[in-house]
């Protein structure tokens, strides 16, 4: 195989440049031309250059002289194979072993850093998915793990730093007219069907070493057209569950029926409408990667957000009862309530990202407080027996050990068990997201949109305090939370964008209403910051 630089000349990228694709814990850009105003950003070279950056800090981190091997995965993706090739040209050049699982999920790939199989080239010592998950279909970029888990946010900023440096040298030697073409061998490794095969030993073991415990249940999956399809043919037809109208399993990188995220209302009514339709006994839906799930019971119910956390919840506190559940900062105060009062466990309330709830929920156990669940209302969720990984397909693996387990026992059949656990959970009459957006352009009074995005929010806390009606939420980790009229908001900075996202939450509208003008009238001197759909919301 040729490599990807080698072909036209190498444009000048500055290293400001690369550090601006780091989004959070992941790299992610724009990887397929063709869309006004967004411009390529993860060319070929580009990518090269990370690779070998991982390559390159997997090499320090280990500080070992045998040849290190690195898995490469990727999903749905129009550019997926386009990147496959340049990331593996990339490892290649840094003298790392590639290995080549093709289609695969997000969570597979970190498996395949604590699978021993020789046969199959396990364990790797790094891997790289690539994806976007769920953003559009001309975005791409990286996750990268060791088995340690998902690199963070220094590690990804030293991978850039490295890749902007080796990328000057690719360039260099291209514009010399010398040779970059790296001769590359690829072993290509079906990982997939191991890890599936994991799974589905899971759901057997459960059920108390039975061949098929999923015999009779229909269960239908929405896959998005992304990576997930695999769950049906590889997971619940070997369990014995009937899986007809399942839609959306073939990979198709336009997502030309809708978007596969389970936060998502279209994709929600899609899978809902083929439970409803097949009168399946459970829906499951993936996002594009399968980090993320959601599932929906037999009479249309969807759990996803509060109910997913609260459904999850109540399955982990049963078997490891008082246990702390760790959840992203937006979820309800009736989860909260769910969890301490019907279930006995305890509700800790952190930070917005999943690995912030991940990393939080694993600080907790090393301090001595006990914690099973960090799940987020995306539909990221990760458990302490499974590694810490956050991975959809494992979650719902755990609805089906309780469907098997509840029919082996006697305590019913169908979706209805799962139904019933969460039966108690407080749900607000009105929920809303509103994202208001900091003009980047306007005079941000010399600061950055996050020192805007602060004052906004420091504004917002002394409103706060002096007004007796609301109350400032005593225990907080990010932005302000406030309780007022019956309902509650919090408003908090994006983890990655410049925008302040305000969720509401409360029994009536007019509640609701309330408490976006308390919050708009707080705000409303800061002229940089589009409060035009809050002004809308109110005046509604
Ligand atoms: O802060 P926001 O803009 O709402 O984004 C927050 C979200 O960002 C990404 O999508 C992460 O994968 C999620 O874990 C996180 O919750």
Known sequence: MAAASSATAIPFVEKSDFLKLQNGSDIRGVAVDGVEGEPLTLTEPVTEAIAAGFAGWLKKK???????????????????????????QGLARAGVEVIQYGLASTPAMFNSTLTVDEEFSCPVDGSIMITASHLPYNRNGFKFFTRAGGLGKPDIKDILERAAEIYKNIANEDSKGAETAVSLSVKRVDYMSIYASNLVAAVRRAAGNIEKPLEGFHIVVDAGNGAGGFFV??????????????????????????????????????????????????????DTDVDRSAAVDSSGREFNRNRLIALMSAIVLEEHPGTTIVTDSVTSDGLTTFIEKKLGGKHHRFKRGYKNVIDEAIRLNSVGEEAHLAIETSGHGALKENHWLDDGAYLMVKLLNKLAS??????????????????????????????LKIDNQSDLIGGS????????????????????????????????????????????????????????????????VKLAHDVLNAVKEFTALDTSALTKFVGA
């Open 62 to 88: 280990y500080d070992s002289s045998k040849r290190l091997r690195v898995s490469i995965g990727h999903d749905s993706r129009i550019s997926a194979q386009k990147l496959q090739d340049a990331v593996s």
């Open 406 to 435: 509840a029919r082996t026992s006697g305590q019913g059949s169908g979706s209805k068990v799962l139904t019933d656990m969460v039966e108690g959970l407080e749900e607000p009459a009105v929920a809303v997201e509103l994202r």
């Open 233 to 286: 043919g590889k997971v619940l037809e070997p369990l014995g569950a009937i899986t007809s109208g399942s839609q959306f399993l073939e990979p198709d990188g336009l997502f030309p029926n809708h978007i596969p995220n389970p936060e998502d209302k279209t994709a929600m009514k899609a899978i809902t409408k083929a439970v409803l339709d097949n009168r399946a006994d459970l829906g499951i839906i993936f």
């Open 449 to 512: 949109f996050r020192d805007y995005g602060e004052a906004v929010l420091k504004q917002l806390e002394n409103t706060v305090d002096s007004d007796a009606k609301l109350l400032k939420a005593p225990v907080n980790y990010e932005g302000v939370r406030v309780s007022g009229y019956g309902g509650w908001f919090l408003l908090r900075l994006s983890l990655h964008d410049p925008v302040l996202p305000l969720n509401i939450e409360a029994p009536s509208n007019e509640a609701a």
